[in-house]
């Protein structure tokens, strides 16, 4: 997938042997089976040229890390921990790329979005008075703070 992806275009299973003999030695039937195989796994569609198909991406690298972070997220019985421990793994430019794409978000959401709660607060009065309408102390940020130690950065793996 990584060839396909860095191609951005449709590929043939030639190119993709030429391509990865610069580094090892690998059969045309290797490449063959594997894009075949991503194909029945809807990873790749394929159009036929000729005698051969050329492979193109169904879905971007990003869509795809964004599918695996969401499973990720969702088999996890504590949501709010596990997207503490992994905002504590990351370095400190993943964390401002996080912030980045958060207030990307943020600017696409609706009026009535997660902030509108705190803006009504201010308009009513101190929290204190309305514990309902009170957000909890942290909600909105995107991680740790800028001056926190990063962990160990995540690894993923690549087909």
Known sequence: ?????????PVTVREVLEDLQKERSIAYTTVMTV??????????????EG???????VSTRAAYAAALMNEA???????AAA??????????????????A??????????????????EAEETGPAE?????AAPEGAGEAGPAE???PGASATGKER
């Open 73 to 79: 997220w969702s088999a996890s019985d504590n949501p």
């Open 147 to 149: 001056g926190d130690e």
């Open 102 to 119: 958060v207030r990307m978000v943020q600017v696409d959401e609706p009026a009535e979005g997660p902030e509108q709660p705190a803006q």
């Open 35 to 48: 894009l075949d195989n991503l194909h029945q796994k809807g990873w790749v569609r394929r159009e036929a």
């Open 1 to 9: 997938m990584t060839r396909v992806w860095e191609w951005n275009r």
């Open 129 to 133: 008075e309305h514990p309902a309408e």
């Open 51 to 57: 005698r051969a198909y050329r492979y193109e991406a």
């Open 83 to 100: 997207l503490v421990a992994f905002f504590g793994m990351m370095s400190p430019e993943q964390r401002h790329a996080l912030r980045d």
